[in-house]
């Protein structure tokens, strides 16, 4: 059967990998080649890359990070942040990344999901969304989770599907770099969806990959800290989650 | 040198990267004589049933290729490569290869299932010549598959079990993305490259 997937990601600014607390906050965590090269050795499903500067130039330093990292690592590579044309997403594929994920455009011009999964096929197009709680719904975020929408997940998340996103990536910035479990009561609400949900926002220990991945219906479940300052070693968290029952590949 | 067939669409990085680290030089096929230069040939899995044989045969790639084939050059078909290879398929109008005498089709939506099926799922390997293993995991990403048939040496279960590889004579055609797997694909792709 289909396993669950583990997924480091890796912030990048100016070409370095970096991790903040709740969006704010950066702290510089390494080289994203030599990050990369050693998630894979430890059994990453999948590598996500997120451009949280996303100017120009820092696009051609993603496109760089990117390229070097195909050389060496051979599973799926994922990269977001600051995507806004059909331009963009062709230059990130020709570097090698395998899919990539827009957030901000995305809710600004819905009809840019739809253009990229007519040319580039929904396999490639991930939507990223960021949510926070107000009261019993959700509601979207976008600019790195500095602005409010309004817009509630769910109505979001159809619009989305409908469109052609082949995976959708949720981030709770309630619980993102806390380190308190991820939103289970998010990931409980979403329920069944078309396309493979990846739960992002909150992981600390073992046990929380062991909630989200067990108690949801999520395909998979996206960390960065825990893994960059080795809190968690992927290889350990896999091998764990594998004992507990969880769907894992090893 | 293998030769990668271009269908014009989609990119082809990872699956040139992956050779290169397996130690096989790879060029892309363009044009019927490019077949000339090489001893094995590789047909990617980037784009849409329809599109990749229309630009076959807006290359002339399309006779010199089923040529090849049936003159023994050892194939790989990766993904929609392995599809090309089989008589026609649900997600086009177009004529397929012909070499494996089936339609293929499109996975049903179940709940649970998300459809394109993608990840990593298990192959169960069964008088393979070229995976020395019971089992494996490789990545998948796709919609739509090719029936258990006789020539089928792995299988994979989702919403249905279907093909995973397919070994017949000199074509082996493989429904996950080697140059996505890991080291398991790396190694698939170098005994497919060996003694070049």
Redesign the interface.
């Known amino acids: 059967m289909l396993t669950k997937r583990i997924i480091p990601c890796l912030d990048i600014k100016n070409g370095r990998v970096v991790k903040g607390v709740n969006f704010i906050g950066l702290k510089d965590a390494g080289c994203p080649v030599e990050l990369a090269r050693q998630y894979n050795d430890q059994l990453a499903d999948e590598i996500v890359f997120l451009d949280i500067t996303a100017t120009n130039e820092s696009r051609q330093t993603m496109l760089e990070v990117v390229k070097r990292v195909a050389r060496e690592v051979f599973i799926p590579l994922t990269v977001g942040g600051g995507i806004a044309s059909t331009g963009d997403v062709k230059a990130l594929l020709n570097s090698g990344a395998d899919k990539v994920a827009i957030n901000s455009a995305a809710v600004n011009n819905p009809q840019l999901i739809t253009e990229l999964a007519e040319i580039f096929g929904s396999q490639c197009i991930v939507v990223a969304i960021d949510v926070k709680k107000h009261q019993n719904e959700w509601l979207v975020y976008t600019h790195g989770g500095s602005k409010a929408t309004g817009i509630e997940i769910r109505s979001w998340i159809d619009q989305v599907v409908r469109r052609g996103a082949g995976e959708l990536l949720i981030t709770s910035i309630d619980t993102d770099g806390s380190r308190n479990g991820f939103d289970l009561e998010l990931y409980r609400l979403l329920g069944q969806t078309r396309v493979p949900i990846i739960a992002s926002g909150g992981a600390g220990r073992l046990q929380d990959f062991a909630d989200v991945l067990g108690l949801t219906n999520v395909s998979g479940a996206l960390a960065a800290s825990v893994f960059h300052y080795q809190q968690l070693s992927i290889i350990q968290l896999k091998r764990k989650l594998h004992r507990l029952g969880v769907r894992i590949r090893l | 040198m293998i030769g990668i067939i271009d269908y014009g669409v989609g990119?082809v990085?990872?699956v040139r990267?992956?050779l290169?680290?397996v130690h096989c030089n790879s060029i892309m096929i363009k044009k019927p004589r490019d077949f000339s230069k090489v001893k094995k040939i590789i047909m990617p899995g980037v784009g849409?049933f329809d599109d990749a044989l229309n630009s076959l045969q807006q290359s002339n790639l399309y006779h010199s290729l089923i040529r090849v084939i049936e003159q023994g050059m050892p194939t790989l078909g990766i993904c929609l490569g392995l599809q090309l290879l089989a008589s026609s398929s649900e997600e086009g109008l177009a004529a397929g290869l012909g070499f494996i005498q089936q339609r293929v089709q499109k996975l049903n939506?179940q709940?649970?299932m998300?459809?394109?099926?993608?990840?990593?799922?298990?192959v169960e390997f069964n008088n393979s010549k070229i995976f020395d293993c019971k089992q494996g995991?490789y990545?998948f990403?796709h919609?739509f598959y090719l029936d258990i048939i006789e020539s089928t040496t792995g299988v994979t279960?989702?919403s249905q079990r279907f093909s995973a590889a397919v070994e017949k004579e000199n074509i082996l055609g493989v429904q996950f993305h080697p140059?996505?797997?890991?080291v398991n694909?790396?190694k698939m792709l170098g005994r497919f490259g060996e003694c070049i």
């Open positions: 990119n990085f990872s990267n992956a290169k680290k849409a939506y709940p649970h998300p459809v394109p099926h993608m990840g990593w799922n298990k995991y990545y990403v919609s279960a989702y140059e996505k797997s890991g694909g790396l």
